[in-house]
Structures are given as C-alpha cells and as structure tokens.
C-alpha cells in the first residue's frame, strides 16, 4: 500500500500527508458505504484541522455524514462508534510522533481499526471520486458533547474508588488532557497534571509516553503513588512506580495478566505480546501459569492474534495496552486506571507488585528515507541471518518503522554488553548498505 502503515497513514504533514490525501479518504469512505455515517476525533497538533476539514470535505461530497466530536483520545473514538452505531470512526492523530507530523487512524463499527485487506480496498477508491448531486450533498456537525458518554465509560470500568491514591498525570499536550483529568478525579484519585494544556506545537516534545524522565522527577517530588504518562491520543500508557522507575508496556501487562487470572477474567490463561516482549515477562508469566502469544509489532497485530486464539488481554513494551472485555483498541486510560485500581486493591507501593528484573534489550532506530530499500537488500538480510546463527543466546530484531523513516534494530540477551556490541555492529550494517544504494 502507498500510503496505509501499521497504524493508519501517518508521517509529515505536506509532505508525506497533506489535505488531498485526507480528501481522497474520506471521500473513499464514502464510497464504500451509501449514506456514510462518521464520528471525527482529533489531537491538539496544528494541523489537526487543515487534515480534518479536508477529510470532512470528501465525506460530504460523497453525501455521507460527520460528527466532530473535537479533540479526543482515539480509544473514546473507537468506543463512541461501536456504542452508537457510527459506519466508522475517524481519528486525526500521528499519536506519539513530533508535532509536525500527524496521521489518519480508522476503526470500524465494532471499535478496532481496519485490517490490512480493508485498508488496502479503501486506498485503492482514492483514484476514484464519488460525487452527489447538490441536493444530496453530506454534512458535518459538531457534536462535542458526546465524548462525556466515553468518560462516563472509563469511571465505571472500575468497582473500587481511588480515593487514596496521589497520581501523577503526565498528558503530553495531547488528547488526553481533559479526559484523563476528569476520569481521575471522578475516580477519587489525588491527581496532579504535568503538560497539561493543549499545545499542539509541543505535543509529544520531551514528555509522555515516550519520555517519562519529567513525570518520574514529579512524582518523586511529590510523594505521589503512581505516575502515568500518555502519547499524542492516549492510545498508549507507560507508568512510573514511586521510586520514579519507568514501568512499561511488558510490565503493565504482566500486572493486568495476574489481576485478572486472580479474578478468573483471563481468557484461556493466555496473553499476547510482541516479538519485543522481553523473555523475563514471558518466563514470569509461565511461572504464574499464564501463557504468552508473540505476534508482530503494532496494536492492530496483537489484536488478531488474541480474536484468534479468544485472549481477553494483550499489549506491546512501547504502551498499547488491549482489554477486549471493554474496548477492541488500545485505550491508555483505560490501562492507567485500570493499573491504578490494582494498587488501591492490593494496598501495596507498584515497585513492590513488580519483581522482575528485565534482560538487557539495547535498541536503535536508525533515521533514513531507503529504510524499504534497507529492508530489501539481500547482503544485509544474509548478514542479519549470519548473526543470529553466531549468537544463538541474543534476541535480534531488525525492522522499519510501520509509522516513521526508521530503521528499528533490537537486540536482547543476559549480556549488557553484547547485546550493546552486535546492535552497533548492525547499525554500521546499515551505514553501509545505505551508502551502497
């Protein structure tokens, strides 16, 4: 596919999407269904509404239908077209990209995104427009009221009240801002906010989900039990534990995993993580009798493989956190309270609900425009199959980035240092390779 990734299109604005690209989608949708009927979300980036008033414009020139719900988590998107009967849901986001990037995520009426068959029907229509007459012209209506019915949502996906706990929000600028305050405090919680407006030109920018050293720094400060941090539209969660230790995605999952089996809530005493997941998560949950499913990277993947195999939980070490049992996405509040109420329940600090000491994994990503190219070269595949039959005992995995001009390389094993020497060793691969292009 030209423009669809492993998240929805995404990349540069004007250069990588720009407002024909968002009118081709969504007049495309348009056409996939006669009378379309959307619900439209967006972060706080500048652009979100040059892309949204073009996305707009090709539904109603296709005679469907928009409810813009404004700036909103792409979970309560995906919640508010499942709960009310939407064709589709919308959310303008490049979720935990830098601000001058943004991006287009879809979902079906059942909340998940649409696979990669669908999407590939969808951007196969952008050659094609679909145009009314004038008097069956679409529209767009701001309906900015609904997203209370998703909030609504969060507060009860909890039995117990969080009055008690202090919790350190950190909400990136982004889609979160107002959400996740409101859920929290309605929850009971003590919450204090870090980057908590919306500010569209810092969305992302040294804070988040992808850089938790301000909200670790704040929650130490504060004495707080529980640090929370969100991307761009919330889809993600990392935490951090009162001694300002980041807990990820792997971690978060591991907790989740023994709450619910305790509960008898975990489908087949199964969980589904990535080719990321670190083998101590794995080899902890064996030993909890909770078995693991490794699928590839990015949310959409571990979501076949748990409707696959009837897993009610799964997740990747970068965030995206899936509770099936309340919503087919990945939902960043959702996993924040529901990993709050584990610690109000167990009345115990987070650094002591989690015993494990991960194995080293030292990543790179490698910033290049011929990462397809990369990825295509024979003698760099070769070179990557030789190392990993050398080193049998490390994890190594060499990817693109679905969602940036990155070349991903990770590499796990006992060894700090090996795994620190073969990474760079893969990097100067890949130096090579692209000059020789």
């Not at 949708?29 to 414009?57: E, H, M, N, Q, T």
């Not at 991307?231 to 230790?245: F, H, L, T």
């Not at 305790?262 to 080899?283: F, H, M, Q, S």
């Not at 494990?356 to 910033?367: A, D, E, M």
């Amino acid at each position: 596919m030209k423009y669809f990734g492993t998240d929805g299109i995404r990349g540069k604005v004007f250069k990588d999407i720009d407002h024909k690209i968002a009118f081709d989608c969504g007049n495309a949708l348009s056409k996939l269904k006669k009378s379309v009927k959307i619900i439209l979300g967006k972060d706080s980036r500048v652009s979100c509404d040059y892309l949204a008033l073009s996305f707009c414009l090709g539904v109603v020139f296709g005679g469907g239908e928009v409810d813009d719900v404004g700036i909103c988590p792409s979970a309560g998107v995906a919640y508010l077209a499942k709960e009310l009967n939407y064709d589709y849901g919308v959310m303008i986001s490049a979720s935990h990209n830098p601000p001058d990037n943004n991006g287009i995520k879809i979902f079906a009426n059942n909340g998940e995104k649409l696979g990669d068959k669908r999407e590939e029907e969808l951007e196969f229509n952008f050659k094609n427009y679909v145009k009314v007459d004038a008097l069956h012209l679409g529209k767009c209506i701001q309906r900015k009221n609904l997203i209370k019915k998703y909030e609504k949502f969060l507060v009860q996906v909890i039995d117990n009240k969080l009055d008690g706990l202090k919790i350190v929000l950190d909400c990136c600028y982004g889609a979160s801002v107002k959400v996740a305050k409101d859920v929290f405090k309605k929850s009971g919680a003590e919450i204090k906010v870090i980057n908590g407006s919306l500010n569209g030109k810092k969305i992302n920018v040294n804070s988040g989900a992808t850089n938790t050293k301000m909200l670790a720094e704040k929650v130490v400060k504060e004495r707080a039990d529980l640090g929370l941090a969100f991307d761009g539209d919330s889809d993600r969660v990392i935490a951090v534990d009162e001694k300002g230790n980041e807990v990820d995605g792997d971690k978060i999952i591991y907790l989740l995993a023994k709450d619910l089996k305790k509960k008898n809530k975990l489908k087949n005493n199964t969980v589904v993580g990535t080719v990321l997941t670190n083998l101590a998560i794995v080899e902890k949950l064996e030993k909890e009798n909770i078995k693991t499913i490794l699928a590839p990277v990015g949310d959409k993947y571990v979501i076949e493989k748990m409707q696959e195999n009837d897993v009610s939980l799964g997740g990747e070490k970068a965030g995206h956190i899936i509770l099936s049992e309340y919503l087919n996405t990945g939902d960043g509040i959702l996993a924040g309270i529901r990993l709050a109420s584990i610690l109000k329940e167990e009345k115990r600090a987070l650094s002591k609900l989690i015993d494990i000491t991960l194995y080293p994994q030292y990543s790179i990503n490698y910033l290049t425009e011929k990462k397809d190219e990369i990825m295509l070269n024979t003698e760099f595949n070769n070179y990557i199959k030789k190392l990993q039959k050398e080193n049998k005992n490390l994890k190594i995995l060499v990817r693109k980035s679905g969602t940036e001009s990155l070349v991903r390389i990770m590499v796990e094993g006992r060894d700090e240092e090996k795994t620190k020497e073969i990474a760079n060793l893969i990097k100067e691969k890949v130096e090579k390779i692209e000059k020789g292009l």
